[in-house]
C-alpha cells in the first residue's frame, strides 16, 4: 500500500533541496506535484526548499538563512489564515434585484471570513479572481478584520485609540506602515487561492506604493514559477508632477498554475482597439483612389502619422500598405522553428534556416492569390502580405492607456452624485475578462469597492454571447467624511460603501438590460466555528454550495428553517438597517431608515435552508416556533 502524504513527508524534508532525480518514481513525482500544490511557498525558484517547507508547517524552530520574504506580522497573518471563522451568510431579498432569477451575488462582510466560508463549497470553483485593494497611500494604515468588532474597539485593541476615545496613532516611520498592509493581505490571498480552478487566474491592481511588497507577497502564495506578468496602466499623467509625470497603476498577473496553461494551449486574445478608424480611413481612400494605390499609401502613411501618441489607431500604423483587399503589412516567411517537412525549395528560392512558415501546398496557395512578395531591389527574402482584417486578435498588451476620467464621470453620472474616488474603468476589465475568461464561467473580486466588476461583466456577455456570473465582496465600511466624495455619500443617504456598490449594481442593471439582478446576503457572527464543509456532501460537485445559493425560492425543509432560526435568520444584530426595497426608485439614494422590520418579513427566503448557515437542532422544532 503506498505511503500517505504524512507518511513520506520526513523523507522528503531530509532530502532538502535536493532535485528529484531522472530515475525518480512516479509516485514521487505525483507526491511532489502535491506538495507543489498546497505549499507553492515552499518551493523557491522552482525547487523544494526545506526551510521554507517546515516554517510553513509550522516546525521549523533553527531556521537557517535563506532568501525569504517577511515583515512584522507574518506571524499574526498566517495565524489569521488558518483560524476558522465564525461567521455565516443570510440572504436579504429586499435589498436583492430579481431575486428568483438572479445567478449573481452581491456578499456584504470582511472579506476574510466570506472567502472561508466560500472555501468550503467553492474550492476550485473561479476561473478569475480580480481584485482592486487598498492601495495603502495614507500615513497609516488600519483594516478590521473581525466585521464584528466595532471599530473603535478595535482601535482601542490595538493601541490606537486611548480611554477617552482620543486616537493616539502617529506617522508610521521604519516601514510599519507597509506591515499592517501586508498583515492584512496575506490571509485574504492564501484563502482566495483555494477558490481558483486549476486553470484559474488571479488579478490584482496596485499603485507604486505596494506594488514591489505585492509581488513578493503573490510570489509566496502562489509561487513564483505562476507570475504571469505585471501589466502597466497609463491612466493619465500627473499635471503637477515635479520629476516624472506618473500616472500609472499596476495589474498583477498570476496563475493558479501555470504549467497547466501550458498543458492545455491557453492563449488569451482579445480584439485589437482603434480598428474602426482604420478601416474608415481605408473606406476613404479606395473610394478617392480606385486603383492607384501607391497615391493611397503614402496618404495612409501621413494620416497614421498625424495621429496624436495615445489614438488607438496609431498602434496599427506598421500596417502602410494598401490594396483592393484592405490595408496591409509585410510579414516574415520563415518559421519560428525548425521543422522537417517545411524544409524545401520554392520558386527557385532557397529555404530559410527554420523552414518556410508554410507547407509547400499553403505556399502555392498564396502564391497564387498574390500574397507572397518576392525580392527585388535589396530585399533577399520572400516576405507575404499580411492584412489588418485577418489579424484583429492579438494577447492582451502589457502595457495601455486608458484614462481613468472617463470612469468617474461614467460613475457619477449614473449615480447622480460623485460618491465613490477612483472607479476602475468597465472597458478595461472587460477586455480582461474576454480574453480570460469563457462562457459559464466564475469571476469573483472580493474589494469590490464600486462595483466595477459586476458591471463589467455584465457589459461583456452580451458582446461576446457569453454567460458569465459574478460573486462580489464589500465590508460595509463607512464614507470617510474627511473626503468630498465621502460627504456627498453620506449626503446622499449612503450609510455604507457596500450600500453604493448595491446602488451602483441596481442602476446597472437597469439600464444594461431589465433581465439582469442579483442576490444580497450579509454576514453576521454566528459564534459557530466554520472548520469543515457545511454543505457539500459526498460525491457532489465542487460548485454544489453555489448551486444551492442560487437555488430558486422554494419550499424550505423544516431542518432547514430550523437551522436558520438558530442562527436568528432574518433578525440580523441589534438595530441593523435595510435599503429600500428593490421596487423603488432606482434613481434614488438607498437611504436606510433605521426602522426594525417585522420578524417575518425579515426572514431567510424558501429554498435557501441551511445551505449557508450553521447549527442543529431537534426535529421537534419547526418554522411554526418562530
Known amino acids: 500500500m503506498p505511503k500517505s502524504l504524512l507518511e513520506q513527508l520526513p523523507e522528503i524534508v531530509a532530502r532538502g533541496r535536493q532535485q528529484v532525480p531522472a530515475a525518480t518514481s512516479d509516485e514521487r513525482v505525483e507526491l511532489m506535484g502535491q506538495l507543489r500544490e498546497l505549499l507553492p511557498a515552499a518551493f523557491l525558484d522552482g525547487e523544494l526548499d526545506r526551510s521554507a517547507l517546515l516554517d510553513a508547517l509550522g516546525l521549523d524552530e533553527e531556521a537557517e538563512p535563506a532568501f525569504a520574504f517577511t515583515w512584522p506580522g507574518m506571524e499574526q497573518a498566517r495565524q489569521d489564515a488558518r483560524a476558522p471563522t465564525t461567521a455565516t451568510l443570510i440572504p436579504d431579498v429586499q435589498a436583492s434585484v430579481r431575486w428568483e432569477d438572479a445567478r449573481d451575488v452581491l456578499i456584504e462582510g470582511d472579506?476574510?471570513?466570506?472567502?472561508?466560508?466560500?472555501?468550503?463549497?467553492?474550492?476550485?470553483?473561479?476561473?478569475?479572481?480580480?481584485?482592486?485593494?487598498?492601495?495603502?497611500?495614507?500615513?497609516?494604515?488600519?483594516?478590521?478584520?473581525?466585521?464584528?468588532?466595532?471599530?473603535?474597539?478595535?482601535?482601542?485593541?490595538?493601541?490606537?485609540?486611548?480611554?477617552?476615545?482620543?486616537?493616539?496613532?502617529?506617522?508610521?516611520?521604519?516601514?510599519?506602515?507597509?506591515?499592517?498592509?501586508?498583515?492584512?493581505?496575506?490571509?485574504?490571498?492564501?484563502?482566495?487561492?483555494?477558490?481558483?480552478?486549476?486553470?484559474?487566474?488571479?488579478?490584482?491592481?496596485?499603485?507604486?506604493?505596494?506594488?514591489?511588497?505585492?509581488?513578493?507577497?503573490?510570489?509566496?502564495?502562489?509561487?513564483?514559477?505562476?507570475?504571469?506578468?505585471?501589466?502597466?496602466?497609463?491612466?493619465?499623467?500627473?499635471?503637477?508632477?515635479?520629476?516624472?509625470?506618473?500616472?500609472?497603476?499596476?495589474?498583477?498577473?498570476?496563475?493558479?498554475?501555470?504549467?497547466?496553461?501550458?498543458?492545455?494551449?491557453?492563449?488569451?486574445?482579445?480584439?485589437?482597439?482603434?480598428?474602426?478608424?482604420?478601416?474608415?480611413?481605408?473606406?476613404?481612400?479606395?473610394?478617392?483612389?480606385?486603383?492607384?494605390?501607391?497615391?493611397?499609401?503614402?496618404?495612409?502613411r501621413a494620416w497614421f502619422k498625424n495621429l496624436p501618441e495615445g489614438n488607438p489607431a496609431k498602434q496599427h500604423e506598421h500596417y502602410s500598405h494598401i490594396d483592393q483587399d484592405g490595408v496591409w503589412t509585410s510579414d516574415n516567411s520563415s518559421s519560428p522553428n525548425y521543422r522537417e517537412n517545411l524544409i524545401y525549395n520554392f520558386k527557385g528560392y532557397e529555404p530559410p534556416e527554420n523552414g518556410w512558415r508554410y507547407e509547400l501546398a499553403r505556399m502555392e496557395q498564396l502564391d497564387q492569390a498574390g500574397r507572397l512578395l518576392f525580392p527585388s531591389g535589396r530585399a533577399t527574402r520572400v516576405r507575404i502580405k499580411k492584412y489588418l482584417r485577418e489579424q484583429e486578435y492579438w494577447a492582451p498588451a502589457s502595457s495601455f492607456y486608458r484614462d481613468r476620467s472617463g470612469a468617474s464621470s461614467a460613475l457619477n453620472t449614473l449615480m447622480r452624485a460623485e460618491v465613490f474616488d477612483d472607479p476602475k474603468a468597465t472597458d478595461v476589465l472587460a477586455r480582461l475578462i474576454h480574453a480570460i475568461t469563457d462562457d459559464g464561467d466564475l469571476v469573483l473580486d472580493f474589494f469590490a469597492g464600486s462595483g466595477s466588476t459586476g458591471q463589467a461583466i455584465w457589459e461583456q456577455n452580451p458582446r461576446d454571447g457569453k454567460t458569465r456570473h459574478w460573486v462580489l465582496i464589500q465590508r460595509p465600511e463607512k464614507p470617510d467624511k474627511t473626503t468630498e466624495t465621502g460627504r456627498n455619500a453620506v449626503a446622499a443617504g449612503y450609510d455604507?460603501?457596500?450600500?453604493?456598490?448595491?446602488?451602483?449594481?441596481?442602476?446597472?442593471?437597469?439600464?444594461?438590460?431589465?433581465?439582469?439582478?442579483?442576490?444580497?446576503?450579509?454576514?453576521?457572527?454566528?459564534?459557530?466555528?466554520?472548520?469543515?464543509?457545511?454543505?457539500?456532501?459526498?460525491?457532489?460537485?465542487?460548485?454544489?454550495?453555489?448551486?444551492l445559493m442560487l437555488t430558486q425560492a422554494g419550499a424550505a425543509s423544516s431542518e432547514g428553517r430550523c437551522k436558520s432560526r438558530r442562527l436568528g435568520v432574518g433578525s440580523g444584530p441589534q438595530g441593523q438597517r435595510h435599503p429600500a426595497g428593490r421596487n423603488a426608485d432606482p434613481h434614488r439614494g438607498r437611504r436606510s431608515d433605521g426602522i426594525r422590520l417585522p420578524e417575518r418579513r425579515r426572514r431567510a427566503p424558501a429554498g435557501l435552508p441551511g445551505s449557508l448557515h450553521l447549527g442543529h437542532c431537534s426535529g421537534s422544532e419547526s418554522a411554526r416556533d418562530r
Request: hydrophobic share 40%; charged share 25%.
Open 496 to 547: 455604507t460603501i457596500f450600500e453604493i456598490t448595491a446602488e451602483r449594481l441596481r442602476r446597472a442593471a437597469q439600464g444594461i438590460s431589465g433581465g439582469l439582478g442579483f442576490r444580497v446576503f450579509r454576514a453576521r457572527e454566528t459564534g459557530l466555528a466554520v472548520e469543515a464543509s457545511v454543505v457539500v456532501q459526498a460525491g457532489q460537485a465542487e460548485s454544489a454550495q453555489y448551486a
Open 111 to 300: 472579506n476574510l471570513q466570506v472567502l472561508k466560508l466560500l472555501k468550503n463549497g467553492y474550492t476550485g470553483a473561479f476561473k478569475l479572481i480580480y481584485i482592486d485593494p487598498p492601495y495603502n497611500t495614507g500615513d497609516t494604515f488600519t483594516y478590521n478584520d473581525d466585521f464584528s468588532v466595532p471599530e473603535a474597539e478595535y482601535l482601542r485593541a490595538t493601541g490606537q485609540l486611548d480611554d477617552q476615545g482620543a486616537t493616539t496613532s502617529k506617522k508610521e516611520t521604519k516601514g510599519r506602515k507597509h506591515a499592517p498592509w501586508l498583515t492584512m493581505m496575506f490571509p485574504r490571498l492564501v484563502a482566495a487561492r483555494h477558490l481558483l480552478r486549476k486553470d484559474g487566474v488571479f488579478l490584482a491592481s496596485i499603485d507604486n506604493n505596494e506594488v514591489h511588497h505585492l509581488r513578493l507577497l503573490l510570489d509566496a502564495v502562489f509561487g513564483a514559477e505562476n507570475f504571469v506578468d505585471m501589466m502597466t496602466w497609463q491612466g493619465g499623467r500627473k499635471g503637477d508632477a515635479k520629476l516624472t509625470a506618473g500616472g500609472q497603476d499596476y495589474i498583477l498577473v498570476y496563475a493558479k498554475n501555470r504549467q497547466q496553461l501550458k498543458d492545455l494551449d491557453i492563449r488569451w486574445r482579445e480584439r485589437k482597439t482603434g480598428l474602426e478608424a482604420v478601416y474608415a480611413k481605408e473606406k476613404e481612400l479606395l473610394e478617392k483612389h480606385g486603383t492607384a494605390f501607391d497615391a493611397a499609401k503614402e496618404e495612409l
